[in-house]
């Protein structure tokens, strides 16, 4: 059910900026992890890992391991099939990801073998003393030799039997290492480029990057009685009970998932992790088995895809754009994880938020030997946005257009035709456009400095569009307990984002009752109902919708049971400060507590509620009239920039971003979001970048890896939070966890032309890069 804005009454817990649920334990330090649980007799996990990119391995020997003292278990790959019986290769989309290394390893950092001892440094000690030996391969270390004819195969066989292949039609192409292929076409291309007054070409890149979450992957595992538990750092608790279950041949009822706390998870603890090793572990072993990466390991778990786009535009002289192509490679590295989602809901907008009639893009997700790559906030659109956005300033230099007028008259309106075949729906990125014009003074901006000022300033613009998960469910439950507090049972992850904040305010609105007497309910799967995962901006939208039908449901039951109480008709009651009022005699009325008391003394009652989207992604070319994505995420931002010609450094002076809440449940929330997402941003365009050398990683730690400091932070950022009212979001409102991340680079990358007449097009933007850009300026 949803419910529109506007609708809730003067004094509601709607757009309150109420302090966040999570915030006084993660203060305090009393907040719970999944590296914090500790179980009777628990042992402790720790993997060595390849030292090679690719190599076949020819023996493994762990008997010194095996002496070392506390150490309970040593095991390889061939010992978890022969011992424990189970599947060892598992994978979202592709079954293509072994626990340990079978017979080959393909990344440097895959695991190759683990050990379970009684203490940390048991398990440490003995990773030293198992002696591998390998035979080299030679390994394909970038998606373009990767598709070179004769290319080394990262994998021989590609076996498409992941969880998402009953919503989606992947297209792995025997034979070669691309994993998945699609290619939407719209109109004539030719034609478009053959009409054209002006053509311009480019290639951007962006390298593959870390999530950097505060907290690392941690699990513990525990096989009792039959049952597996799970406590784990995961955003998609029911994803890890599906996928668990068949390798350990488990019913879905046999595999209970707790999760308490996430430290950040930005797309990277949305898949099985460490989960089907503990696992595997604590099964063979009898006892409960804990797993916690290392800094360093975090590196080599996942990443986000490096990308090359080529694009390809024809515009008219009055600056209609009138053809795009575009070639997409993403880097998915050894195994596929969610790469082939990530290249096609991303591939989707490789052309950018722009009604153009003449489309081609070819989109092509290539295995490598190199650090896996999944999902990271955004999913995808920042690398492609980084693309097409750099190119319209381009376009706009060579015609003499103002960069902000040329995306205002080419900018998708409201109801416009996608390259899907949907029309848009609820889509005010052109409004936006205005408002981040009018806030940041665009039309009256200072312009650069003269030619040999050490100091020159300029301003950039950016616009996306990303779209959400689909088709995906989501069901809630509210507990309503005899003492008459209400309980939000809902497996939405609080990874950081304030979700738990949000939901107790969408169910406390619901129900008119004051947000104190809300709870949420510890996420256990054994308690809460099914949810797809706390992924792509869905859980304000979808699992928002499911608390707000739950509490429908309960509403209800209040009614009928308070009619009984009263002796009134229903449809003459009305739920007013947590009780049943008569609509004539208010006067007369019973109490949430009153009625469970009466009508469920010891169960309380209990509403339910669902939400689903569908969409049928089955072939890119057949859309027509489907949905992509329930709603669109949309913004646009202004980026001022003052570049010092003398060392290279770009500062970023003020930032204004504006982006469609729909509703802001919680305004403080989302304006923090935003924040939150424009600073990542800001890594990525100017530090962030796991190098390699000959496929080794140079950079996996801190101190060689750069993330963005306060120095970074501009000095002024400033958020328009527009609230368009979603007609099927809850009250009006959609995720807005990802929106603010794809302009960044590319309006940082605009405001530097703008100031000093240097296009970019690799990131990250560094001072290097930008003195030789100015030196061959210089010298052209």
């Known amino acids: 059910m949803a419910m529109e804005a506007g609708s809730s009454a003067k004094g509601s817990s709607i757009g309150r900026s109420i302090p966040r649920r999570d915030g006084a334990g993660k203060v305090s330090g009393s907040a719970i992890y999944a590296a914090n649980i500790v179980r009777p007799r628990m042992l402790h996990a720790k993997v060595l890992r390849s030292p090679l990119p690719r190599a076949r391995i020819t023996a493994i020997d762990t008997s010194r391991a095996a002496k070392v003292p506390g150490v309970r278990a040593v095991v390889t790959a061939r010992d978890l099939q022969a011992r424990l019986g189970c599947e060892i290769i598992f994978g979202s989309v592709l079954i293509d990801q072994p626990m340990l290394a079978i017979d080959e390893v393909r990344h440097v950092g895959e695991p190759v073998a683990a050990v379970a001892a009684e203490e940390p440094e048991a398990a440490e000690e003995a990773l030293g003393l198992i002696d591998v030996q390998y035979e080299e391969l030679p390994p394909v270390l970038n998606a373009r030799d990767a598709l070179a004819p004769g290319a080394p195969l990262v994998h021989q066989a590609m076996n498409l039997s992941g969880q998402y292949k009953v919503f989606f039609a992947f297209n792995p192409v025997a034979g070669t290492n691309m994993c998945n292929h699609h290619v939407i076409t719209v109109g004539d291309l030719q034609a478009g480029f053959a009409a054209s007054d002006l053509i311009v070409e480019g290639v951007y890149t962006s390298p593959s990057t870390q999530h950097c979450c505060m907290e690392p992957h941690a699990t513990v595992a525990e096989y009792a009685g039959g049952r597996l538990t799970v406590w784990t750092s995961s955003q998609a608790p029911y994803a890890v009970q599906t996928r668990l279950g068949p390798l350990f041949h488990l019913r879905p009822e046999q595999v209970r998932v707790v999760v308490h706390n996430v430290g950040g998870g930005f797309g990277g603890k949305s898949n099985l992790k460490l989960e089907p090793l503990a696992s595997a572990l604590a099964m063979l072993l009898g006892r409960p088995v804990k797993h916690v990466t290392t800094r360093r390991e975090e590196f080599y778990i996942t990443s986000k895809h490096a990308v090359e786009y080529r694009v390809k535009t024809g515009v008219s002289k009055d600056g209609k754009l009138l053809a795009r192509r575009c070639e997409v490679l993403y880097d998915t590295g050894a195994y596929a994880e969610t790469g082939p989602i990530v290249s096609m809901k991303s591939g989707y907008t490789a052309a950018g938020p722009y009604a153009i009639p003449n489309v081609l893009i070819d989109i092509k997700c290539i295995y490598t030997n190199k650090v896996p790559a999944g999902s990271l906030r955004g999913l995808g659109v ?77 301003f950039g613009m950016a616009c996306t569009m990303k779209n959400s998960a689909s088709p995906t469910r989501s069901q809630a439950r509210i507990w309503l307990s005899p ?186 929330l989302c304006r923090q979001q935003l924040a939150g997402e424009i600073l990542m941003g800001i890594g990525m365009t100017f530090h962030e970048e796991m190098r390699y050398e000959n496929g080794q990683l140079i950079n996996p730690s801190f101190v060689d890896y750069k993330m963005p400091s306060l120095r970074d932070t501009p000095l002024s950022v400033e958020i328009v939070l527009a609230e368009s009212g979603h007609p099927d979001g809850p009250f009006g409102a959609k995720g807005i966890g990802e929106v603010a991340v794809p302009q960044v680079s590319p309006a940082i990358s605009n405001a530097v032309f703008d100031a000093v007449g240097i296009r970019l097009t690799e990131l990250p933007l560094t001072p290097e890069r930008v003195l030789r850009a100015l030196r061959a300026g210089a010298k052209g």
Request: charged share 25%; proline share 4%; hydrophobic share 45%.
């Open 382 to 458: 920042p690398q492609v946005a980084w693309g097409h956005e750099s190119q319209m300033d381009e376009i706009a230099t060579c015609l003499g257009i103002d960069p902000f007028d040329l995306r205002r008259r080419n900018v998708y309106p409201d109801g416009g035709l996608f390259v899907s075949g949907e029309n848009l729906r609820h889509f005010h990125l052109d409004t936006l456009l205005d408002e981040v014009a009018a806030a940041s003074g665009w039309k009256t901006r200072r312009r650069a400095a003269a030619d040999g000022a050490r100091l020159a300033r300029g």
């Open 483 to 668: 003492e008459g507090v209400a309980e939000v049972r809902s497996a939405t992850v609080e990874i950081g984002q304030g979700a738990g904040t949000v939901l107790v305010q969408l169910a406390a609105e619901s129900l008119g009752m004051p947000v104190e007497r809300v709870r949420l309910a510890l996420l256990d799967t054994d308690v809460v109902p099914f949810d797809v995962g706390t992924i792509s901006d869905r859980s304000t939208f979808h699992m928002g919708n499911a608390i707000v039908a739950a509490a429908a449901d309960l509403r209800r039951q209040l009614l009928e049971h308070a009619s009984r109480l009263l002796e009134v008709p229903k449809e003459n009651l009305v739920l007013r400060g947590e009780a049943v009022c008569v609509l004539e005699a208010p006067e007369r009325k019973v109490s949430f507590a009153e009625i469970v008391s009466a009508a469920a003394p010891e169960a309380g009652l209990l509403g339910e509620g669902e939400f689903a989207t569908t969409s049928r992604l089955s072939s890119i070319a057949e859309q027509c009239g489907e949905w992509t994505t329930p709603f669109w995420d949309v913004a646009a931002a202004v980026a001022e920039v003052e570049v010092d010609r003398a060392t290279g450094k770009i500062k970023v002076l003020r930032y204004v971003c504006a982006a469609d809440a729909g509703r802001a449940i919680n305004p403080a």
